[in-house]
């Protein structure tokens, strides 16, 4: 579970602009407070590249990028039409392929990967949440499908493939069930977040939550509290059994329905380090980081990273039809040697005000 130590020792609030006194490169904005200290490392390390993948007639999200044997960049990312609007990742995603020269771009859409099967599958009407992996030989590509366009069938699945260009092998059966009924995690299974441990286990991190709290939340824009929990395999394709002490992250006792998601996972320098959204631990608008000594007992996070403007991007004023507008979400690195080099991220607006990645280099 993750220890407070660190985080109530700064507890007194800053302005925004003191928060980013030490922050090389930060806009010097005034539009939030946050704790003294709650910048990570890792949060000021970020140069903003700029938009990609900016497909006029898509919604773009979940942008999962790896290097190709031929060194050029290949994203994985999850599309809808725009004619859906932000909802329709839930029940009309795909999963699609691109490919660039570099990570700046400019990406070449190649072909659609994974897209909804129909009725009798369990990934029928949605596949959403790419994460793709190069593990033992082949590459991974973890995703979540559901059956019935809503979030209770969201599970895990894992697509394998001797090629980045496929074909794509998908399993009949998802990769990871729902908990039994009551359970913390007995309303689905989805943003998956892998690593495969130095002592050659597969250890697959999950979001889920309550049923019950999902139904009688009083806020309905956000019902229930997402956690995350852990489970592991002895190989690729599984069975993953889940840990004992899950949820191995949990934010819901801070109060006030604090939660997170859109973690990814990572090792560097001997650590497990995590990134994802905030929900409220702070605020709705960064990122969070997290470090691990064993993967299970997780530091409380500070600050990853900040909305769009922070770092002096200028848009046009967010339209009515997009909530999210200027925030970042959905993170994930592209590495190199083991260390990351990039991280993109999916952001609402974009030239057709739809939503598409959106790329910092890491320096």
Same mark, same amino acid.
């Given at each position: 579970?993750?220890?407070?130590?660190?985080?109530?020792?700064?507890?007194?609030?800053?302005?925004?602009?003191?928060?980013?006194?030490?922050?090389?490169?930060?806009?010097?904005?005034?539009?939030?407070?946050?704790?003294?200290?709650?910048?990570?490392?890792?949060?000021?390390?970020?140069?903003?590249?700029?938009?990609?993948?900016?497909?006029?007639?898509?919604?773009?999200?979940?942008?999962?990028?790896?290097?190709?044997?031929?060194?050029?960049?290949?994203?994985?990312?999850?599309?809808?039409?725009?004619?859906?609007?932000?909802?329709?990742?839930?029940?009309?995603?795909?999963?699609?392929?691109?490919?660039?020269?570099?990570?700046?771009?400019?990406?070449?859409?190649?072909?659609?990967?994974?897209?909804?099967?129909?009725?009798?599958?369990? *990934?029928?009407? !949605?596949?959403?949440?790419?994460? &793709?992996?190069?593990?033992? =030989?082949? +590459?991974? $590509?973890? %995703?979540?499908?559901?059956?019935?366009?809503?979030?209770?069938?969201?599970?895990?699945?894992?697509?394998?493939?001797?090629?980045?260009?496929?074909?794509?092998?998908?399993?009949?059966?998802?990769?990871?069930?729902?908990?039994?009924?009551?359970?913390?995690? *007995?309303?689905? !299974?989805?943003?998956?977040?892998? &690593?495969?441990?130095?002592? =050659?286990? +597969?250890? $697959?991190? %999950?979001?889920?939550?309550?049923?019950?709290?999902?139904?009688?939340?009083?806020?309905?824009?956000?019902?229930?509290?997402?956690?995350?929990?852990?489970?592991?395999?002895?190989?690729?394709?599984?069975?993953?059994?889940?840990?004992?002490?899950?949820?191995?992250?949990?934010?819901?006792?801070?109060?006030?329905?604090?939660?997170?998601?859109?973690?990814?996972?990572?090792?560097?320098?001997?650590?497990?380090?995590?990134?994802?959204?905030?929900?409220?631990?702070?605020?709705?608008?960064?990122?969070?980081?997290?470090?691990?000594?064993?993967?299970?007992?997780?530091?409380?996070?500070?600050?990853?990273?900040?909305?769009?403007?922070?770092?002096?991007?200028?848009?046009?004023?967010?339209?009515?039809?997009?909530?999210?507008?200027?925030?970042?979400?959905?993170?994930?690195?592209?590495?190199?040697?083991?260390?990351?080099?990039?991280?993109?991220?999916?952001?609402?607006?974009?030239?057709?005000?739809?939503?598409?990645?959106?790329?910092?280099?890491?320096?």
């Amino acid at each position: 579970m993750p220890t407070r130590r660190a985080f109530l020792a700064g507890l007194v609030l800053a302005p925004f602009a003191q928060a980013l006194g030490a922050a090389k490169g930060f806009g010097a904005d005034k539009f939030l407070d946050l704790p003294k200290n709650s910048l990570s490392k890792f949060s000021k390390h970020l140069k903003p590249v700029g938009r990609a993948l900016e497909l006029p007639e898509w919604y773009v999200w979940c942008n999962s990028p790896l290097y190709g044997l031929d060194g050029k960049v290949h994203v994985f990312f999850s599309r809808w039409p725009k004619a859906k609007g932000m909802g329709g990742w839930l029940n009309s995603s795909e999963i699609a392929h691109a490919v660039a020269d570099s990570p700046a771009g400019p990406f070449q859409y190649l072909e659609t990967v994974l897209a909804p099967r129909g009725p009798g599958y369990w *990934d029928a009407t !949605t596949c959403h949440n790419p994460s &793709i992996q190069f593990v033992d =030989g082949k +590459y991974c $590509l973890f %995703y979540m499908g559901n059956s019935n366009g809503k979030t209770d069938t969201k599970r895990i699945g894992l697509a394998t493939a001797d090629s980045l260009n496929g074909p794509w092998q998908r399993p009949d059966q998802p990769l990871l069930e729902a908990g039994d009924a009551g359970a913390w995690d *007995d309303h689905c !299974t989805t943003n998956p977040a892998f &690593i495969k441990h130095p002592n =050659g286990q +597969y250890w $697959l991190y %999950y979001k889920s939550w309550n049923t019950q709290d999902y139904l009688t939340a009083t806020d309905p824009t956000i019902r229930g509290n997402r956690k995350y929990g852990l489970a592991v395999a002895e190989q690729l394709e599984g069975p993953y059994v889940k840990y004992a002490g899950n949820p191995v992250i949990d934010f819901s006792k801070q109060g006030n329905n604090k939660q997170f998601e859109d973690a990814f996972v990572w090792r560097e320098d001997n650590r497990f380090k995590m990134l994802a959204r905030d929900m409220g631990v702070y605020n709705h608008e960064v990122g969070l980081y997290l470090e691990s000594k064993d993967g299970k007992e997780w530091t409380f996070p500070k600050v990853a990273f900040l909305p769009l403007r922070a770092y002096g991007v200028q848009e046009p004023p967010a339209p009515k039809n997009l909530k999210r507008y200027g925030r970042l979400e959905r993170p994930q690195l592209l590495m190199r040697n083991g260390k990351p080099e990039y991280l993109f991220g999916a952001s609402q607006g974009g030239t057709s005000m739809t939503a598409s990645a959106f790329v910092f280099k890491i320096t």
